[in-house]
């Protein structure tokens, strides 16, 4: 099991990035509140990781805190819910934000995530609500977004193909990005001004 990696970020395309540890290049794809606080390339970056291994892939998460690690991993316990769906939950909404619609019944906010419909919610609310009943929601810090690396300047074709790695149609991701009309922004901050607005 890999739980913990340290390296040197050298390639960085939302959702996935690619850390340099002693000359090995190592894939992980983060969900996009963890992807928005990484440093320009070349420098060092520490991850707390989940190792999946299926018949057809072997993927590599990577989180920000525990406290995102461990949302990923009750996410994926939940009955129709794959590490995908749980990365795009997990980028479509804060840790906070998501685990107060558990707690609270409000299906109507989850199903606005692409590729969770209403059962899903359902099912998200039922499965995830005894996990997360002794989450404290005003007190957990460190999965909020934070803000993108004002050096990391991409441009809105990354943005948009980082929607679409999300689960998002390509028109709806163009449509989403071009809305905002934002010539000098980084893709990450096109990425999560997208993502607000579209599950607004």
């Given amino acids: 099991m890999i739980g913990r990696l340290r390296g040197v970020l050298i390639e960085k395309q939302a959702p996935e990035i690619v850390l340099d540890l002693n000359g090995i290049g190592y894939e992980v794809l983060l969900p996009m509140?963890?992807?928005?606080g990484l440093p320009p390339l070349g420098q060092v970056v520490s991850l707390y990781t989940q190792f999946i291994v299926r018949e057809d892939a072997q993927q590599l998460f990577?989180?920000?805190?525990?406290?995102?690690?461990?949302l990923f991993r009750d996410l994926i316990k939940v009955n129709g819910v794959g590490p995908k769906l749980a990365l795009t939950i997990m980028s479509g909404v804060e840790t906070d934000e998501f685990v107060r619609c558990v707690q609270e019944g409000n299906s109507a906010a989850l199903v606005k995530l692409p590729g969770v419909g209403k059962k899903t919610a359902e099912r998200l609310i039922i499965e995830m609500r005894d996990r997360l009943k002794?989450?404290?929601v005003a007190g957990s810090g460190g999965a909020k977004?934070?803000?993108?690396?004002s050096s990391a300047k991409l441009n809105v074709a990354e943005a948009e193909s980082a929607l679409v790695a999300l689960?998002?149609?390509?028109?709806e991701a163009s449509r989403a990005i071009s809305a905002l009309k934002s010539d000098d922004a980084s893709s990450e901050e096109l990425i999560r001004a997208a993502l607000k607005n579209m599950i607004k």
């Fill in 33 to 36: 509140t963890t992807f928005y």
């Fill in 62 to 70: 990577g989180f920000s805190d525990v406290t995102s690690r461990r």
């Fill in 134 to 136: 002794d989450w404290d």
């Fill in 145 to 149: 977004v934070v803000s993108p690396a």
């Fill in 167 to 171: 689960g998002y149609k390509p028109q």
